[in-house]
């Protein structure tokens, strides 16, 4: 056992050894939407002569409260959530270890991220990566701020810090489901290390790191923030909580293990039915308590845009299982509690880009799209794919990722309820938005997540079984994972 575990140390330390090769040099400015508010570079450059700067902005306490505990929601949904969900959707035998993948992984991903992982996806690196500023959060202290969406106002630095972290370890976590029951534990493991490294982290980089609302004082100043921003930052892409760093770059790195691993023994010959729906119940029935600090949380303080966030991400889920179980009902001739279940996630699922750029309406609208085209993703889709995705990932979290991705550039619209882009040099709601050029945008997004968690999940999954190996042996399938990978079961007999 010693030995793997030295493996996945060594070579999680040559591989940020590397990564420190292919980055710019950084400063101590840390953006925020993600990074840490930096002073207005009007401030910076103001003469000696210019009546004295403002005082540093403090935390106000209700927005670190709400960010606090918007965070202790979002790792409700890791752990037990989303343990429960998949795990009541396996087979008894290997329920103990999905749970044990969740928790684990969940513990892994945090560790990473206190010692690297937030230095490289929030501070000032170049457009693809950060920098080591924050390496071990070294500098980072309870005075410590960081910036929100709105001028003036900041947060502590260490509150922004988990709440990231909680959002890090969900997505790894999310790739657990597309090949349970078959791959061994130390595995999953070091393809952890690796694809939150080269995949997640410089995604996130890409698509939520700039200099904060105070960077953008005029014209010139916006142009020299926007320039070190993340790459799909610059573009214009909108994701509010996640569609494409969470839910899109997790399901496509599912889809790919899915390949690779190969399918279950016995796939397509013996039927794998959720031992537990009322376990998997629950587990959705968490995750929708949970997403709401996800979604809402992300607006960064306690206010309009939060509450805006909060309601989409209710009336979505609500629209999704209706539309869901309603075409099941009527293709089937049956409602399920999994179509139900699984209906709420694909709402859940398609909100999330969206939550705060749109009106309720469009929220409904993304609802009742997501509902049946993830309900298509699961059944019809699948089928084409030929994987064994066994808990859906793709269908639910790709295919619901990449529909409210794109929508958000429809239903963002000003036109469409939606609140448009924010001119933080205009201090106003820019008044030239159009449809069809964000949805190219959205599309670019989409499309780099892709590329980028396709090939890093690939490249991953070949190290991995290459350094340990990807499958247990066909004897320890059959036996469970429970018994054979960690000499436990989740129930007695």
């Known amino acids: 056992?010693?030995?793997?575990?030295?493996?996945?140390?060594?070579?999680?330390?040559?591989?940020?050894?590397?990564?420190?090769?292919?980055?710019?040099?950084?400063?101590?400015?840390?953006?925020?939407?993600?990074?840490?508010?930096?002073?207005?570079?009007?401030?910076?450059?103001?003469?000696?002569?210019?009546?004295?700067?403002?005082?540093?902005?403090?935390?106000?306490?209700?927005?670190?409260?709400?960010?606090?505990?918007?965070?202790?929601?979002?790792?409700?949904?890791?752990?037990?959530?989303?343990?429960?969900?998949?795990?009541?959707?396996?087979?008894?035998?290997?329920?103990?270890?999905?749970?044990?993948?969740?928790?684990?992984?969940?513990?892994?991903?945090?560790?990473?991220?206190?010692?690297?992982?937030?230095?490289?996806?929030?501070?000032?690196?170049?457009?693809?990566?950060?920098?080591?500023?924050?390496?071990?959060?070294?500098?980072?202290?309870?005075?410590?701020?960081?910036?929100?969406?709105?001028?003036?106002?900041?947060?502590?630095?260490?509150?922004?810090?988990?709440?990231?972290?909680?959002?890090?370890?969900?997505?790894?976590?999310?790739?657990?489901?597309?090949?349970?029951?078959?791959?061994?534990?130390?595995?999953?493991?070091?393809?952890?290390?690796?694809?939150?490294t080269f995949s997640y982290l410089p995604i996130a980089h890409m698509v939520w790191f700039w200099s904060g609302p105070d960077a953008y004082t005029d014209a010139a100043a916006a142009e020299k923030a926007t320039a070190v921003a993340g790459w799909l930052f610059q573009k214009g892409a909108l994701d509010f909580a996640g569609g494409t760093v969470v839910h899109i770059n997790a399901a496509v790195a599912g889809l790919v293990g899915a390949f690779v691993v190969g399918k279950r023994i016995g796939y397509g010959k013996e039927a794998f039915k959720p031992h537990s729906l009322t376990l998997t119940m629950v587990g959705a029935s968490l995750l929708w308590v949970g997403w709401f600090g996800f979604n809402a949380g992300s607006a960064l303080e306690a206010n309009g845009s939060a509450a805006l966030a909060f309601a989409n991400t209710l009336m979505a889920t609500a629209a999704a299982v209706m539309s869901w179980i309603l075409a099941e009902w009527a293709l089937k001739g049956k409602p399920s509690m999994l179509g139900a279940a699984s209906g709420a996630v694909a709402g859940l699922v398609a909100v999330t880009p969206a939550a705060g750029y749109i009106g309720v309406m469009g929220?409904?609208?993304?609802?009742?799209?997501?509902?049946?085209?993830?309900?298509?993703?699961?059944?019809?889709?699948?089928?084409?794919?030929?994987?064994?995705?066994?808990?859906?990932?793709?269908?639910?979290?790709?295919?619901?990722?990449?529909?409210?991705?794109?929508?958000?550039?429809?239903?963002?619209?000003?036109?469409?309820?939606?609140?448009?882009?924010?001119?933080?040099?205009?201090?106003?709601?820019?008044?030239?938005?159009?449809?069809?050029?964000?949805?190219?945008?959205?599309?670019?997004?989409?499309?780099t997540t892709i590329v980028v968690s396709g090939v890093v999940a690939f490249l991953s999954y070949k190290i991995v079984d290459m350094i340990v190996g990807l499958r247990v042996s066909e004897e320890e399938e059959r036996e469970g994972l429970d018994i054979s990978s960690h000499g436990e079961t989740a129930y007695e007999m």
């Open 1 to 196: 056992m010693t030995n793997w575990i030295k493996k996945i140390v060594a070579v999680s330390a040559v591989l940020v050894s590397l990564g420190a090769a292919s980055l710019l040099p950084t400063t101590n400015v840390f953006a925020e939407e993600k990074a840490v508010a930096a002073a207005p570079a009007a401030a910076a450059a103001a003469p000696a002569a210019a009546e004295p700067a403002a005082p540093a902005p403090v935390p106000n306490k209700g927005d670190t409260a709400w960010l606090l505990t918007c965070t202790a929601l979002v790792i409700l949904m890791t752990v037990p959530a989303l343990g429960l969900f998949y795990g009541g959707l396996v087979r008894k035998k290997n329920m103990l270890s999905v749970l044990m993948q969740c928790f684990v992984v969940f513990s892994l991903i945090m560790v990473l991220w206190a010692i690297y992982g937030y230095s490289l996806a929030f501070t000032e690196g170049n457009a693809f990566f950060g920098g080591f500023d924050r390496l071990f959060l070294s500098g980072m202290t309870p005075d410590s701020v960081a910036a929100t969406f709105s001028k003036g106002v900041v947060v502590p630095e260490l509150a922004y810090m988990v709440f990231q972290a909680a959002f890090a370890a969900i997505t790894v976590c999310l790739i657990i489901g597309a090949f349970v029951e078959r791959i061994k534990f130390s595995a999953v493991l070091l393809f952890a290390v690796l694809w939150f």
């Open 363 to 447: 929220a409904l609208i993304i609802g009742l799209i997501a509902g049946v085209i993830c309900l298509w993703g699961v059944t019809g889709l699948k089928k084409l794919i030929g994987a064994d995705d066994s808990l859906d990932v793709f269908g639910v979290h790709g295919v619901g990722g990449i529909t409210g991705a794109l929508l958000t550039g429809v239903f963002a619209s000003p036109s469409l309820g939606g609140t448009g882009i924010y001119d933080y040099v205009a201090n106003a709601v820019a008044p030239d938005y159009s449809i069809i050029d964000q949805v190219i945008i959205q599309a670019t997004a989409v499309g």
